[in-house]
């Protein structure tokens, strides 16, 4: 998703990739630069101030998400099913 929103921008490549959301605030958090996360990921880092948020204009860093389930036309019944609904109300 980073990668794609800065197609056609004057910027470096990624100098490090991790894999974990984990890995990649300790390294932000230890001074390795700066990152892209979901602000759920980083929430209590923020509200400590071990991190802090940036404002980025002119980016579409939007992402789709998917729901998948095992067998049927539906999810299952009960959390999942509310889970899956809860998610398309949010993205109206």
Same mark, same amino acid.
């Given at each position: 998703m980073?990668?794609?929103a800065l197609t +056609?921008? %004057?910027t470096p490549p990624p100098m490090l990739e991790l894999s974990s959301?984990?890995? =990649? !605030?300790s390294a932000v958090a230890a001074g390795a630069g700066p990152a892209?996360? +979901? %602000?759920?990921? =980083?929430r209590d880092d923020l509200t400590t101030g071990r991190l802090v948020a940036?404002?980025?204009? +002119?980016?579409d860093l939007t992402r789709q998400l998917h729901a998948v389930w095992r067998g049927g036309p539906h999810p299952a019944e009960g959390p999942a099913r509310d889970l899956v609904a809860l998610a398309v !109300?949010?993205? !109206?």
């Open positions: 980073l990668e794609k +056609g921008h %004057a959301t984990a890995a =990649v !605030r892209a996360l +979901g %602000a759920h990921a =980083v940036i404002s980025v204009s +002119g980016l !109300r949010g993205a !109206r």
